[in-house]
C-alpha cells in the first residue's frame, strides 16, 4: 500500500512538473512575441526619425523645396508603415499558431497571460498621423485576439483657400442695338482668349459646394470686320470704312487687350473621395457652375491691316485709341463638368464711348480651371 501511494506521489509531481514547463513555455513565447512587436515599432520609427532629419538637412542647405520636403518625409512615412506592416505580420502569425497549439492542449491556461498589455504607436510628419495598433483583446484571462491597423488621421483638415490656372478661348462679336444677327465682323474668324489664375475661397465651412472665386487674367478680344473694312477715327465717332486696296480678312483685324478682375460664385458638386482611409472633397471633378461679373482695364488696343501690293507682302500695325472706353465691365458666367465648362461673357458698357450706335461686347467659348 505504500509503494503504491509512494508511485502515486510521483506520478503526481511528474504531472505538475510537466505543467509548469508548458505554463512556463507558453507565457515565455507570447512575452517575446510581444517584445518582438514593439522592437519592430521602436526601430522603424527611429530610422524613420532619422530620415526626416536627413530631408530638413536638404531643405535648410536649399536644396530641395518645402513642397518637395513634405512629400518625402510622407513617402519616408508609408515605406516604414509598409515596414511595419509587413513585419508584425509574421509575429502575428506565430502568436496565432501560439494559440491555437494553447486552444488544442499544447499549453495550460495561466493567468500571466492576461499581463500583455495593449500597445499602440504613432507616427506623426508635418501634421499627417500615422498610427499603428497593437490591440490585445482578453476573454477569460485568455488571449482570444490581436489586431493591427493601419491608419491615416481623419482629422486632416483642408485648404480653405486653392489656385487655379484658367484658359479659355472661343467667338467674339459686338452685339448691336440689342442683336447680334447680320453682325459687321466675321462670326467664326473674331476670336477671344483669356489666361489668368484664380482663387477660390470657400464660403461655408465643411460645405465645399458655395464658393468665391476671384483673379487676374488678360483677355484679348479680336474682331474681323467684313466687307474689306477697317476702323476709322471720324471725329468722336469710330465707323468702319472700306480700305482702298483688298485686305487679307483673315490677317486682318483689331484687338483690344484687357487687364481683367473676374468675380464669381462657383457652386461646385463635385463628390468626396476617399484615399488612404482619409475621406476628402474633391474639386473640380464634378458638376461646377460660376455667376459673376469682372472689371478690365485697356492695356492696349491696335489694328492690323495685311495685304499684297506690287508682288510685296504688306503688314501695317496701327495702336490708338479709337474712342474705346478705358475700362469695360460685365457679367460673366460658366458651367460645365470637371475641369471643363462653356463659358459666356457680356459687356454691360459699350465697346466704343461715343457712338451713337451702342455696341456691346460679347464672347463665348469653353473654360479650363486647371488645379
Known amino acids: 500500500m505504500q509503494k503504491i501511494i509512494f508511485y502515486i506521489g510521483i506520478l503526481f509531481l511528474v504531472f505538475i512538473s510537466k505543467?509548469?514547463?508548458?505554463?512556463?513555455?507558453?507565457?515565455?513565447?507570447?512575452?517575446?512575441?510581444?517584445?518582438?512587436?514593439?522592437?519592430?515599432?521602436?526601430?522603424?520609427?527611429?530610422?524613420?526619425?532619422?530620415?526626416?532629419?536627413?530631408?530638413?538637412?536638404?531643405?535648410?542647405?536649399?536644396?530641395?523645396?518645402?513642397?518637395?520636403?513634405?512629400?518625402?518625409?510622407?513617402?519616408?512615412?508609408?515605406?516604414?508603415?509598409?515596414?511595419?506592416?509587413?513585419?508584425?505580420?509574421?509575429?502575428?502569425?506565430?502568436?496565432?499558431?501560439?494559440i491555437q497549439d494553447k486552444v488544442d492542449g499544447g499549453f495550460s491556461t495561466s493567468k500571466v497571460e492576461n499581463e500583455l498589455p495593449s500597445r499602440k504607436d504613432s507616427i506623426i510628419v508635418k501634421g499627417k498621423k500615422y498610427e499603428v495598433t497593437y490591440h490585445v483583446t482578453d476573454s477569460s484571462h485568455v488571449i482570444t485576439d490581436i489586431k493591427r491597423i493601419f491608419k491615416r488621421d481623419s482629422s486632416y483638415v483642408e485648404k480653405r483657400t486653392t489656385s487655379q490656372f484658367v484658359i479659355a478661348f472661343g467667338w467674339n462679336n459686338l452685339v448691336t442695338d440689342g442683336a447680334i444677327a447680320n453682325s459687321d465682323y466675321y462670326y467664326w474668324r473674331s476670336m477671344f482668349s483669356e489666361f489668368g489664375i484664380t482663387w477660390r475661397t470657400n464660403l461655408i465651412k465643411d460645405h465645399k459646394v458655395l464658393n468665391l472665386k476671384y483673379g487676374l487674367s488678360f483677355v484679348y478680344n479680336q474682331l474681323h470686320p467684313t466687307d474689306n473694312r477697317y476702323f476709322v477715327d471720324n471725329g468722336e465717332q469710330t465707323v468702319l470704312e472700306t480700305y482702298p486696296v483688298n485686305l487679307k480678312s483673315k490677317r486682318s483685324y483689331f484687338r483690344n487687350v484687357f487687364l481683367t478682375l473676374p468675380v464669381h460664385l462657383e457652386f461646385d458638386f463635385s463628390k468626396m473621395k476617399e484615399r488612404n482611409n482619409r475621406k476628402y472633397y474633391a474639386s473640380h471633378t464634378g458638376f461646377r457652375l460660376g455667376v459673376g461679373g469682372f472689371v478690365g482695364y485697356n492695356t492696349n488696343s491696335k489694328q492690323f491691316l495685311n495685304y499684297d501690293e506690287e508682288g510685296y507682302d504688306m503688314r501695317i500695325r496701327q495702336k490708338g485709341n479709337w474712342n474705346i472706353d478705358d475700362w469695360n465691365y460685365g457679367l460673366s458666367t460658366y458651367v460645365g463638368y470637371g475641369t471643363w465648362s462653356l463659358y459666356m461673357k457680356y459687356d454691360?458698357?459699350?465697346?466704343?464711348?461715343?457712338?451713337?450706335?451702342?455696341?456691346?461686347?460679347?464672347?463665348?467659348?469653353?473654360?479650363?480651371?486647371?488645379?
Open 19 to 98: 505543467m509548469s514547463a508548458q505554463n512556463h513555455t507558453f507565457e515565455n513565447k507570447a512575452k517575446e512575441i510581444a517584445n518582438r512587436i514593439e522592437t519592430i515599432t521602436k526601430e522603424e520609427k527611429k530610422a524613420l526619425k532619422l530620415e526626416v532629419e536627413a530631408i530638413d538637412l536638404q531643405l535648410n542647405e536649399g536644396k530641395i523645396t518645402k513642397q518637395q520636403a513634405d512629400e518625402l518625409k510622407l513617402k519616408a512615412a508609408e515605406k516604414r508603415a509598409a515596414i511595419i506592416e509587413e513585419k508584425v505580420a509574421l509575429e502575428e502569425t506565430k502568436l496565432q499558431q501560439l
Open 348 to 371: 454691360i458698357n459699350p465697346m466704343f464711348k461715343n457712338n451713337t450706335t451702342k455696341q456691346n461686347n460679347i464672347s463665348l467659348g469653353i473654360r479650363m480651371d486647371l488645379n
